[in-house]
């Protein structure tokens, strides 16, 4: 994905995913429950773990594929320096946050 605006990122329907993909499902959904376990150990719950979650509940269940890209990611390249701050501080904050605590802050790259 070459965007950066949160509102153009893909999602999608876990409705579809069950009757298309149903065992990758089950591996997202396997991956989500440790992350999301991990990150509950780290901050508790509430908004800022929701927004790191692989799926959205509202308005439809689906899954983000950005944020699964992010967790799934060695590198998370913003291609221009403009955009790499805008996934840094808007798009990923939350994501930028947890690998800068990590001691990971190079994980967002500008190449």
């Known amino acids: 994905n070459h965007t950066v605006m949160p509102e ?35 901050y508790g719950g509430g908004p800022k773990i929701w927004a790191m979650s692989l799926f959205q509940e509202e308005p439809i269940k689906a899954i983000r594929m950005g944020n699964i890209a992010v967790l799934g990611s060695g590198k998370v390249n913003g ?26 802050k190079d994980k967002f790259v500008n190449m």
Not at 18 to 23: C, K
Not at 79 to 104: P, Q
């Open 79 to 104: 291609v221009a320096a403009i955009h790499t701050e805008i996934v840094k501080k808007e798009t990923f904050a939350e994501f930028y946050e947890y690998f800068c605590d990590r001691g990971e």
């Open 8 to 42: 153009a990122l893909e999602k999608w329907p876990v409705q579809m995913m069950e009757e298309l993909l149903p065992r990758h499902l089950q591996i997202v959904g396997e991956i989500n429950l440790r992350w999301m376990s991990e990150l509950s150990k780290k």
